[in-house]
């Protein structure tokens, strides 16, 4: 087999820590809490003294310290956003993690069924479950990259940051001011990928005079495979993903 088939160890795992991630949401929307408190603590305390303190410049000086207030409340709101979209990642991805461990273990398991039979390819059945696996991994990373973009233009919307957007072959040229395309707006199918070698059924020399005909056509899949800039220097990141 002179073609690398399958490569188990390229299949993308995030290394995101979920737990982590979502204890940082937690502890972040507590902080908001403290510190929206204490700006209420420190206007109560203020205007406590007017009852105490009489001078010229007495309703100056007290009506300075509510902003302390104001600006302790919008830092709680503004806290909270980032510390909820966190935690909304975390349980997004945490089931999208295991599912891609488990792939990589399906794809684990079918390297060893079809090494050392030159054969395999004559078994439909197999030809099928790799197209299968491959997919299932291309819809996983479809779904964790949505989370990305979710997560970070949540984020991102606080402070007018960049807006992340998916996009389908050869929309790239259209993004707007301040967008970056991350991902695509479907899961990609078929392709080539650093993980998976599409192969094509050895059907019987009948068989193959049939289906010629469909071939027509198929180029498209070119477009689409240069979407899974998934390992490219200029792609989305799946090269940087480990275990």
């Not at 409340?73 to 510390?83: I, K, L, M, P, R």
């Not at 078994?123 to 819809?139: C, G, V």
């Not at 949505?146 to 233009?153: G, I, K, S």
């Not at 059924?201 to 027509?216: L, Y």
Request: include cysteine.
């Amino acid at each position: 087999m002179s073609e690398k088939v399958i490569s188990p160890e390229d299949v993308p795992i995030p290394p995101v820590d979920c737990d982590a991630v979502e204890k940082a949401g937690e502890k972040l929307k507590g902080d908001g809490d403290d510190v929206s408190q204490a700006g209420q603590d420190i206007k109560s305390s203020w205007q406590g003294l007017q009852g105490i303190y009489s001078a010229p410049e007495q309703e100056t000086l007290f009506a300075a310290i509510d902003p302390v207030a104001t600006k302790g409340d919008d830092f709680d709101g503004a806290v909270t956003s980032v510390g909820t979209a966190l935690i909304n990642f975390a349980n997004d991805v945490r089931p999208i993690k295991r599912r891609l461990q488990t792939l990589k273990a399906d794809a684990e398991s079918f390297q060893s069924k079809i090494s050392g039979d030159e054969d395999w390819r004559e078994d439909e059945d197999k030809i099928n479950e790799l197209d299968s696996l491959n997919n299932d991994i291309l819809q996983a990373v479809f779904e964790y990259q949505r989370a990305e973009r979710e997560c970070a233009n949540t984020i991102t919307a606080l402070f007018g940051g960049t807006t992340f957007v998916a996009t389908e072959p050869g929309e790239q040229g259209s993004l707007g001011a301040n967008q970056v395309a991350h991902g695509t707006s479907e899961a990609l199918k078929d392709i080539e990928t650093p993980w998976v070698t599409p192969q094509e059924h050895d059907a019987p020399w009948w068989e193959d005079v049939g289906n010629g005909i469909k071939d027509f056509g198929v180029g498209i899949a070119e477009d689409l495979g240069a979407l899974v800039g998934l390992y490219g220097e200029d792609g989305w990141g799946v090269s940087s993903w480990s275990e």
